[in-house]
Every structure is written in C-alpha cells, then in structure tokens.
C-alpha cells in the first residue's frame, strides 16, 4: 500500500511554455501532499505544501506564480511550472503524507518527474 | 531554521562490515527524525523513524538529543544494502515538509 504516482515521468519542453505535473496517491487520501525539487547531486529541497482545498504554501525563495500548485482532490495534487526557462530543469518530486497516529507521521514519494527545457 | 547534516558524501565498506551513516541535525524543539533509502533507479523509500524505534533490514538509528544526532547503523554490511541515504527531519506538529541532509552514498565492497 501507500503507494504515490506521477505523471509524467520527464518531459522536455521550450522555454516559455509551461508544464504541468500530477502526483496522485493510489491507494490512499493525502489531505497534505508536498513538493520537493532536487538538483543534480544535491539533496531534495522542499518547495511547497500542497493541502486539499486550499491554497499551497511556499517555502521562502519559492516563486507562487511561477509554481502553480494545485490540490483539487484528496488523491490528486498537480505541480505547474509557467513560463519554465532553462534554469527550471531539475527533477521534481512530489509526496503524500499519512499520519500513522501515535507513531508520527510517514511521507511516501512519488518516482520523480525529470523536466529539461531547452 | 533547522538543519540537517550529513559528514559524509560517498562511504564505502567491505561486506561483512559494521556500518554507520552519520547525521546530526539543529533545531531548539523536539523534531521527528527519519532515515530515507533511494536505491539504484527507485523512488525514495522510508527506511526507519525515530519514533518506532524498529530495526529494518538490520539498520537501527537511536535519538540522541543530547549531541543533536540520528546515526544509523548496522552490524554487518551486506551488498544490497548499497544505495544512497538521506536522513531527514520534520518540525512537531507534522506541519511542514521534511528538511533533507545532502545524502551519503553507501557502497558496499564484496
């Protein structure tokens, strides 16, 4: 169980366009999903957190407009990056949270979505 | 802000080998701190918490506030256990995303 997917699994772009990206949790409701971006080499480096029903929360240094997050549903939070410029490239990743009541809280991740713009 | 610290980039032990990742972390409350295992071309993948303070796959990391430290461990290194681990944090409350270490690379040598 607990099992996170994401769509699509890299996509290549042109500068300018935007893409969008879904993270879906298969086998669970995620009221809290987040969005990790990471580098190559580098560690994962939270983005935002993504609650059903309302607006995501950005970490500091993370543009909102440039990064439209959207979390429509408790299984479905979607990750559009606007106007993407080469320097956007990076491997995106998403998780969803399950609370497991006395013993904390556990983050399952999704496989990365790799985006290069050209 | 909080902070988590991994010493080491690359560790590389013989099979057979007692192993021990580092991590200390900084922050002034009580976080809930977590060890993640990315294998070769697999998702990251929760290997253990503090809170459960279960043994997986023969890794155990103890919670040291004292020295500000979750060093994970295992007596004997086998060859699957090869893999990049990142430890983790998350402030109480479970408010927020996880705050990373930059990983260790662990190979294990036959």
């Known amino acids: 169980g607990a099992v996170v997917s994401q769509h699509p699994s890299w996509v290549i772009c042109k500068s300018g366009t935007s893409v969008k990206i879904e993270c879906r949790s298969l086998?669970?409701?995620?009221?809290?999903m987040f969005w990790y971006r990471q580098f190559p080499k580098q560690s994962l480096m939270l983005m935002a957190t993504?609650?059903?029903?309302?607006?995501?929360?950005?970490e500091q240094g993370v543009e909102k407009d440039k990064f439209l997050i959207n979390h429509a549903s408790l299984t479905l939070s979607t990750l559009t990056v606007t106007s993407a410029h080469p320097e956007d490239s990076s491997f995106y990743i998403c998780?969803?949270?399950?609370?497991?009541?006395?013993?904390?809280?556990?983050?399952?991740f999704g496989p990365g979505t790799r985006l290069l713009v050209l | 802000a909080q902070r988590v610290t991994q010493p080491e980039k690359l560790l590389s032990v013989f099979k057979g080998a007692p192993v021990e990742l580092k991590c200390n972390y900084s922050y002034s409350g009580s976080p809930e701190l977590f060890w993640y295992v990315q294998y070769s071309r697999q998702r990251l993948q929760l290997l253990l918490r503090?809170?459960s303070r279960e043994s997986i796959k023969g890794f155990t990391a103890d919670l040291n506030k004292g020295e500000t430290s979750f060093h994970l461990k295992k007596p004997f290194a086998q060859e699957e256990d090869s893999a990049m681990y990142y430890c983790?944090?998350?402030?109480?409350?479970?408010?927020?995303?996880?705050?990373f270490g930059k990983g260790t690379h662990l190979i294990i040598q036959p």
């Open positions: 503090h809170i």
């Open positions: 998780s969803a949270r399950i609370r497991a009541g006395g013993s904390g809280e556990t983050q399952y």
């Open positions: 983790a944090l998350v402030l109480g409350g479970g408010a927020d995303g996880l705050t």
């Open positions: 993504s609650n059903e029903g309302s607006k995501a929360t950005y």
């Open positions: 086998d669970f409701q995620a009221t809290t």
